[in-house]
Nanobody
């Protein structure tokens, strides 16, 4: 069984920074792409950034230049460095990963989400 556990959310003032982390644990054989999504109240879940197994990164236009996705392969951990936060970044942030167990079959996993609130 695989689990994704996010951490690092909280309340921050506009212009501030937060660093989200997502730790993958369990019976992991291989991790393909990993990403961060967010969902604001009354809105659909949207992709924030993803990183492939080869390290290729993609960030949504709304966060380019402010957010940076990265991963620690040895620790099976995904990070999202968020700088210059804006009120419109307020949302629940979810970690997502494409992970194969020892069967070799890839499944899509989600974390439970972590709240990020940007407010003065």
């Amino acid at each position: 069984q695989v689990q994704l556990v996010e951490s690092g959310g909280g309340l921050v003032q506009p212009g501030g920074s937060l660093r989200l982390s997502c730790a993958a644990s369990g019976s992991i054989f291989s991790i393909n792409a990993m990403g961060w999504y967010r969902q604001a109240p009354g809105k659909e879940r949207e992709l924030v950034a993803f990183i492939t197994s080869s390290g290729r990164k993609n960030h949504a236009d709304s966060v380019k230049g402010r957010f940076t996705i990265s991963k620690d392969i040895a620790k099976n951990t995904l990070h999202l460095q968020m700088n210059n936060l804006r009120p419109e970044d307020t949302a629940v942030y979810f970690c997502n990963a494409d992970i194969a167990g020892y069967s070799g079959t890839y499944y899509d996993y989600w974390g439970q989400g972590t709240q990020v609130t940007v407010s003065s």
